[in-house]
């Protein structure tokens, strides 16, 4: 069994890239967690996990890295790709709290405002008092083939 | 390196919600799994793994759990969405068995009856024994946005 | 944590299968890792990570084994699928290699070139210096249903 993380980042980057997969790889790089193996998770903050700086954390090059992300790319010239993704905090710290994930060919603004919205949805129907919302996302216009991320990475103090 | 896991439950649940993502975060919390990290694997049962409640296993809050599952949402009045999972248990208990997974826009009947063939089918491109398959599904009919989930998800003892 | 990985080796399949599950089941027992369970990540090479034929590993039955891979199905007769995925190793071993993944409905010698390009272009745009860049791939026309795999499997010595 692999231990519970403890801590969370939120990250984002967007890249233009030759194909899709390099795109979404130079978005990892400049959200500072190129150089690993993501591992994608169903999105749930371990209780009580401390927020960190993604610089704060070493983290292994190659590791075996858990997190929850949006992500979307696109290949037409001029049209807008948004990610955002959002963090629950729950008022009791022995809860876990709830990552949602969005992502649409939109401006920022209504997918940050939509991923908030899914985090207080995912609190109401848990009975679950919310604390605070926080979020981070991402827009790009796309040149000729973009690539947008944005997640929560979990890891360990 | 991960341990093997050692035991398993199958788990169903279904919901509306009012994001796609928001319905299947429900479907899993009517699972009894909504409150941990889901890890998606292709999809072996380790040999001898032990079936059990998924109550009767202790997943850690947020904790990372490895799992098979299908899955499908809707957002089609009317429609309808099912989804299953198929454990296959080899005569010979030194060797692994084999999870199926299948989803579709029909009847749970015809769903379950495929991802069934579809061990038998497993054992029989691996010349092993089969001893009993197992199966869960679940079916529903969308509302407004429905999502429906069926899994093996995989624990220590 | 997980112990970060310290071997790899790289792997294929192809198969014919009664569904497309099936087929890419059929797809990882040709490649020499189908009774094992799969987790896919976003695709780097630890550092002096060595690599291993896939017989040299003893992958447990049923274990949970990271991996990158590329992989299609297609279900028209005499349609051609194909996948690959190359690695880039550095010149200095204390940095990570890339690994890239593609697949198209194509033929392999496109396919293979372009993800070969792929590493290429993730070494330059790291300004990391590529010491040698290795694939694998595979093509299959499709007889009914067929799922072609190819994968960088990461794993302990």
Known sequence: MVNTPNCYALVRGAAEGRTRLNAFDLALLNAGVGDTNLMRM??????AARQVDIGEVVLPKGGLIPLAYASIDGTMPGQL???AVAVGIPEDDREPGV??????????????EIVRQMVVDGFDYRNRKLREVKSLGIEHKV?????????????YL
């Not at 169903?42 to 209780?47: C, R, V």
């Not at 990552?99 to 940050?112: C, G, K, Q, R, T």
């Not at 040149?143 to 890891?155: I, P, Q, Y």
């Open 143 to 155: 040149e000729r083939c973009g690539s947008v991320f944005a997640a929560a990475v979990l890891w």
């Open 42 to 47: 169903s999105s749930i903050l371990p209780p």
């Open 81 to 83: 790709i948004s990610c």
């Open 99 to 112: 990552i949602m994930e969005f992502e649409d060919h939109a401006p920022l603004s209504n997918v940050e």
